[in-house]
């Protein structure tokens, strides 16, 4: 069955990177793009970016840019997504999620990662 | 940017009612939008996609309509599995939106 696992928390300091993997099974890696999409608490879902594993070819929304950096490793099937230069609205939970065969909706979804921005 | 919004933001609904959320986009987006249902503390899940399209698996008391700017999701008969918020969320383009969401509470 299609699988999307997330790394585990994070603690990171304002200014600080993180980055965080998502790692795919049950289907073919390099046919379907992958997206990151993050949910501050109590707030509702943001698209960050997406990343078609065929080529490394990245879309980011334009508020990451500059910002925001996705790669894919194809010989271990996992999606990096990072964030630089934090601040504390970066305190979120992000996920992964796989794109529809038909369209660039989301039809699986990694089980998220907390990331916790704090001096 | 494309911008979707929802009404209501909150609805309240008993056991049985039928509710209907609304979807509106800035621009068209022709059927290019989808449905999830959200729990707390879980992954969104996908309900409908293309805007009426179901997914596998998931129930056929809910169904999805609309096209080009206004997009409705349909519960036929609310079940206590159900009371969770709602997101619909546009990929007409190479950006994807999502709208601010539904929260379906007990009434």
């Known amino acids: 069955q299609v699988q999307l696992v997330q790394s585990g928390a994070e603690v990171k300091k304002p200014g600080a990177s993180v980055k965080v993997s998502c790692k795919s099974s049950g289907y073919s890696f390099t046919v379907y793009g992958t997206n990151w999409v993050r949910q501050a608490p109590g707030q509702g879902l943001e698209w960050m970016g997406w990343?078609?594993?065929?080529?490394?070819?990245?879309v980011y929304a334009p508020k990451f840019q500059g910002r925001l950096t996705i790669t894919t490793d194809t010989s271990t099937s996992t999606v990096y997504m990072e964030l630089a230069s934090l601040r504390s609205d970066d305190t979120a939970v992000y996920f992964c999620?796989?794109?529809?065969?038909?369209?660039?909706?989301?039809?699986?979804w990694g089980q998220g990662t907390l990331v916790t921005v704090s001096s | 940017d494309i911008q979707m919004t929802q009404s209501p933001s909150t609805l309240s609904a008993s056991v049985g009612d039928r509710i209907t959320i609304t979807c509106r986009a800035s621009?068209?987006?022709?059927?290019?939008l989808a449905w999830y249902q959200q729990k707390p503390g879980k992954a969104p899940k996908l309900l409908i996609y293309?805007?009426?399209n179901l997914e596998n698996g998931v129930p056929s008391r809910f169904s999805g309509s609309g096209s080009g700017t206004e997009f409705t999701l349909t519960i036929g008969s609310l079940q206590p599995d159900d009371f969770a918020t709602y997101y619909c969320?546009?990929?007409?383009?190479?950006?994807?939106?999502f709208g601010q969401g539904t929260k379906v509470e007990i009434k």
């Open positions: 293309k805007a009426s």
């Open positions: 621009q068209s987006i022709s059927d290019s």
């Open positions: 990343i078609t594993s065929y080529n490394g070819d990245t």
């Open positions: 999620a796989r794109d529809g065969i038909t369209g660039y909706y989301f039809d699986s």
């Open positions: 969320q546009q990929y007409n383009n190479y950006g994807r939106t």
